[in-house]
């Protein structure tokens, strides 16, 4: 029986759970949101309120806590000095869960885990041309593409029904 046991264990030996998680927190604390399984979104969750309520004390003690956990200095750092400022001291709720629907090919509802009260760091991707096309442009080797004219659409002249004809069998 499994009183009083709390957590799942994912189907894995406790240093793989425990490398799943610190890899999960690490990501969250790094851009403020992670795309995740909900099953392992709500155990990031809890874990992350704990560690967002330890950074709020924001002592020599906590940090080395911190920093035990996630064994990297400028993850502490941002956790502690950035994360924690910004977020309210609450009693928790500091992280929160976004349902984004099934995932395609095994239909596991899929969650977006992001920290209350701060914005995510989005990175935005600039497209990016390969110097050949840009060359072939700068020379004028490429032309430059118009949009076609439209033509005006005309409705198609209303022609009467044609009656329904049924058939009929005779024995």
Do not use: C, W
């Not at 604390?29 to 704990?50: C, F, H, P």
């Not at 330890?54 to 003690?61: F, I, K, Q, T, Y």
């Not at 050949?132 to 430059?144: E, N, T, V």
């Amino acid at each position: 029986m499994r009183h009083r046991v709390s957590g799942k264990k994912f189907n894995r030996s406790t240093k793989q759970r425990l490398a799943l998680f610190k890899s999960l927190a690490a990501s969250l604390v790094e851009n403020g949101y992670i795309t995740t399984t909900q099953a392992k979104g709500r155990a990031v969750k809890s874990l992350m309120d704990k560690l967002i309520s330890r950074a709020h004390h924001g002592n020599l003690a906590s940090r080395r806590a911190i920093h035990a956990f996630f064994n990297h200095k400028g993850l502490t750092n941002k956790l502690v000095d950035q994360l924690a400022p910004q977020v309210k001291p609450n009693l928790g709720g500091y992280t929160r869960l976004i349902k984004l629907g099934k995932r395609r090919g095994d239909r596991t509802m899929m969650v977006k885990v992001e920290i209350v009260g701060i914005e995510p760091l989005v990175k935005a991707a600039a497209p990016k041309k390969s110097k050949k096309i840009a060359a072939k442009k700068s020379a004028g080797r490429i032309p430059s593409l118009k949009p076609l004219p439209t033509k005006a659409v005309t409705s198609r002249p209303q022609t009467a029904a044609k009656p329904i004809i049924q058939r009929t069998t005779s024995k």
